[in-house]
């Protein structure tokens, strides 16, 4: 069975998959509980896991640390994907956000390069995949 889904990065990106602990740790949390954060230097190229439609995106922050006051500073985009699963690709560089609001996006589609923004302890990229269940994001497994 193919899946409906591709790896976020070039064929001949690198990665390690971490699995943040403690009061981070994705299990904790049903908006990202099976979110995936792959470790990747800064710059790396992020690619579209599934066409679809831009929905969300910042790219104006250069702040990053541990704690609550950074939440709001992680750059991000997010795409509908109109099959009503969502995804939310979080950590770029500041300036570094390719496309628009509004854009259709084919898989494979580069979105823009990882960076350090928001509630981090390193470079990643954060990748999740939901579904809204009574107004509300609940997190749901892929396979690549």
Same mark, same amino acid.
């Given at each position: 069975?193919k899946?409906?889904y591709?790896? =976020?990065?070039?064929?001949?990106?690198?990665?390690? /998959? &971490?699995?943040?602990?403690? #009061?981070?740790?994705?299990?904790? !949390?049903?908006?990202?509980r099976?979110?995936?954060d792959?470790?990747?230097?800064?710059?790396?190229?992020?690619?579209t896991?599934?066409?679809?439609?831009?929905?969300?995106?910042?790219?104006?922050?250069?702040?990053?640390g541990?704690? =609550?006051?950074?939440?709001?500073?992680?750059?991000? /985009? &997010?795409?509908?994907?109109q #099959?009503?699963?969502?995804?939310? !690709?979080?950590?770029?560089?500041?300036?570094?956000?390719?496309?628009?609001?509004?854009?259709?996006?084919?898989?494979?589609?580069?979105?823009?390069?990882?960076?350090?923004?928001?509630?981090?302890?390193?470079?990643?990229?954060?990748?999740?995949?939901?579904?809204?269940?009574?107004?509300?994001?609940?997190?749901?497994?892929?396979?690549f």
């Amino acid at each position: 069975m193919k899946s409906e889904y591709k790896i =976020p990065f070039p064929k001949n990106i690198k990665f390690k /998959v &971490a699995k943040p602990t403690g #009061d981070y740790a994705h299990e904790n !949390y049903p908006e990202i509980r099976y979110a995936i954060d792959f470790v990747v230097p800064v710059g790396t190229p992020v690619l579209t896991i599934k066409a679809g439609k831009i929905i969300g995106l910042k790219d104006d922050s250069g702040e990053w640390g541990i704690g =609550p006051s950074f939440i709001d500073k992680v750059n991000f /985009v &997010a795409i509908d994907h109109q #099959d009503k699963t969502y995804s939310e !690709y979080l950590h770029f560089s500041k300036g570094k956000v390719i496309v628009k609001k509004g854009d259709k996006v084919k898989t494979g589609d580069l979105l823009g390069y990882t960076g350090l923004s928001g509630c981090m302890d390193g470079p990643h990229l954060h990748l999740n995949v939901f579904k809204i269940k009574n107004g509300k994001a609940i997190s749901v497994p892929i396979k690549f």
